[in-house]
């Protein structure tokens, strides 16, 4: 089992900033990879970034250049850094983690971009 607590939603205005953050109960070096989601009001969910534990990070198209994932390793902790944000980025943010044969979700973090 892997419980993942997401911080560092909350209300900003188009152009803003927000760093998300997730933890995972184990250690970030058990884990198969890491990552980010989002859902957003009336639409599936959708990969936003990925932070592989062997690889090349991936963002989708929507977000480059202006989204970066990193990891503190020392802290145990995975971040989402969102810069430029537009009303579009708005939605419920979830952290992902791939233990073994298995994917678990973190509770979600709102995030809203106003105009």
């Known amino acids: 089992q892997v419980q993942l607590v997401e911080s560092g939603g909350g209300l900003v205005q188009a152009g803003g900033s927000l760093e998300l953050s997730c933890v995972p109960s184990r250690s970030i070096f058990t884990l198969n990879g890491m990552g980010w989601y989002r859902q957003a009001p009336g639409k599936t969910r959708e990969l936003v970034a990925t932070s592989p534990s062997a690889g090349t990070t991936y963002y989708a198209d929507s977000v480059k250049g202006r989204f970066t994932i990193s990891r503190n390793n020392a802290k145990n902790t995975v971040y989402l850094q969102m810069n430029s944000l537009i009303p579009e980025d708005t939605g419920v943010y979830y952290c992902?983690?791939?233990?073994?044969?298995?994917?678990?979700w973190g509770q979600g973090t709102q995030v809203n971009v106003s105009s």
């Open positions: 992902n983690a791939r233990y073994g044969m298995r994917e678990y």
